[in-house]
T-cell receptor
Framework: DTEVTQTPKHLVMGMTNKKSLKCEQH?????MYWYKQKAKKPPELMFV???????INESVPSRFSPECPNSSLLNLHLHALQPEDSALYLC???????????FGPGTRLTVT | AQTVTQSQPEMSVQEAETVTLSCTYD???????LFWYKQPPSRQMILVIR??????QNATENRFSVNFQKAAKSFSLKISDSQLGDAAMYFC???????????????FGKGTRLHILP
């Protein structure tokens, strides 16, 4: 089973709201990733967690705050977003560093 | 730094025909992986096929096969007997085999949009 799940599927939020995106995998993978994807573009890496520790932060604005509560869960907390943050947010996991990544279906975020 | 180039932004193929998507990459590493990912209009990114750089044999997965030319740094995807469900954006991707923790990244190409004509 190579399933990564993400909730919610769609999210509309105002610029003053606080919301969270959730990602879950039960494959025993030790690396988890957040990506942002704009239409017709490849995914852009935001954060990487390896063994539940943040290993990469690609200079993402502080209005995005990742959290890895345990090895199966990954959250992305959102606060005071801008309209340009509207995008598809993808979560991925891999067995470990250097292995292929498996992607979730994404959360379509619209900031109004 | 590694780069991945997909020179065909869009392609079309008749249903049941064969199509080849091109990808070139640049790296100074000798040990790495290459991938093709498919992203249909529903937007879920799906791993289609992977190739280990140390393997000379080209990977195949049912109707999907690659032509891996390590010296030329070329990694094309061939789709045989194209089906309507193959319509998607295809991303070529590179990954170091032993990345240091702060370099655990996939490098994606810009993608090729494949249209299947009925």
């Amino acid at each position: 089973d190579t399933e990564v799940t993400q909730t919610p599927k769609h999210l509309v939020m105002g610029m003053t709201n606080k919301k969270s995106l959730k990602c879950e995998q039960h494959m025993g993978h030790r690396a988890m990733y957040w990506y942002k994807q704009k239409a017709k573009k490849p995914p852009e890496l935001m954060f990487v967690y390896s063994y539940e520790k943040l290993s990469i932060n690609e200079s993402v604005p502080s209005r995005f705050s990742p959290e890895c509560p345990n090895s199966s869960l990954l959250n992305l907390h959102l606060h005071a977003l801008q309209p340009e943050d509207s995008a598809l947010y993808l979560c991925a996991s891999s067995q470990d560093s250097g292995f292929e990544q498996y992607f979730g279906p994404g959360t379509r975020l619209t900031v109004t | 730094a590694q780069t991945v180039t997909q020179s065909q932004p869009e392609m079309s193929v008749q249903e049941a025909e064969t199509v080849t998507l091109s990808c070139t990459y640049d790296t100074s590493e000798s040990d790495y992986y290459l991938f093709w990912y498919k992203q249909p209009p529903s937007r879920q990114m799906i791993l289609v096929i992977r190739q280990e750089a140390y393997k000379q044999q080209n990977a195949t997965e049912n109707r999907f096969s690659v032509n891996f030319q390590k010296a030329a740094k070329s990694f094309s995807l061939k789709i045989s007997d194209s089906q309507l469900g193959d319509a998607a954006m295809y991303f070529c991707a590179y990954r170091s085999a032993w990345p240091p923790p702060r370099d655990d990244k996939i490098i994606f190409g810009k993608g090729t949009r494949l249209h299947i004509l009925p």
